[in-house]
Structure formats: structure tokens, C-alpha cells
């Protein structure tokens, strides 16, 4: 089993970054693939970026965040990180981790098996 908290969320001007950490808990961290969901009041929770347990696959992005956000992880902290650059007020959301077992990288929100509180991130304009 895994346990997920994630830090990092605040206040940011448009334009500016963030930095999420996802600090896992468990010895077979390393086995999990791993995701970042984001979620606002009203909406379904949506998929921004996923890595595959080793690292050796593409991370994946949703349309809405490539070429701004960036995934990585160190399996030797046992953490997953969101690098938030050029952040957007529709960027405003909850953000939460996630960890399923697997190699390969889904962005069904389904396929995922343990779940962080979540982050709140702000993007004032």
C-alpha cells in the first residue's frame, strides 16, 4: 500500500511557477506508476501529467499543460514532482497524485489506485 501528501500549491501570478512535490510513503514506491490530477468545483477530476515507475517510458501530458509542465520523480525520496512554469488562470485547480500499479502510463483517473489529499493552486491574472 502507498500513502500520498503532496506540498507545494499557493498563490501565483499568471506567468509565474510552482513546484508540487508528491512525498510517498512505502518501500515499493518505485513500482508505481505515477500521476498528477487536477480538479475544480463543478468539474470531473482530469488528468495533467503522468511517469511510469522506472522512468523509462515518455512522460505523458495532457494537451492542456505540455510544453509548460513538466513530471519527474526520484525514486530514491520516494517523491514525484510537477514543475509549473507559465501558469494560466484556468491552471487554478486542486492537485493530487496518484500511484497504480503498472507499468504503463494511463490517464484514466479510474486505473489509479491510491490517492493524495491534494494541493490547492491559485493563478491569479
Known amino acids: 500500500q502507498v500513502q500520498l501528501v503532496e506540498s507545494g500549491g499557493g498563490l501565483v501570478q499568471a506567468g509565474g511557477s510552482l513546484r508540487l512535490s508528491c512525498a510517498a510513503s512505502g518501500r515499493t514506491f518505485s513500482t508505481y506508476t505515477m500521476g498528477w490530477f487536477r480538479q475544480v468545483p463543478g468539474k470531473e477530476r482530469e488528468f495533467v501529467a503522468g511517469?511510469?515507475?522506472?522512468?523509462?517510458?515518455?512522460?505523458v501530458y495532457a494537451d492542456s499543460v505540455k510544453d509548460r509542465f513538466i513530471i519527474s520523480r526520484d525514486n530514491a525520496k520516494n517523491t514525484m514532482y510537477l514543475q509549473m512554469n507559465s501558469l494560466k488562470p484556468d491552471d487554478t485547480a486542486i492537485y493530487c497524485c496518484?500511484?497504480?500499479?503498472?507499468?504503463?502510463?494511463?490517464?484514466?483517473?479510474?486505473?489509479?489506485?491510491?490517492w493524495g489529499q491534494g494541493t490547492q493552486v491559485t493563478v491569479s491574472s
Open positions: 496518484a500511484a497504480r500499479r503498472g507499468r504503463i502510463i494511463i490517464m484514466d483517473r479510474n486505473a489509479y489506485n491510491y
Open positions: 511517469i511510469s515507475w522506472s522512468g523509462d517510458l515518455n512522460p
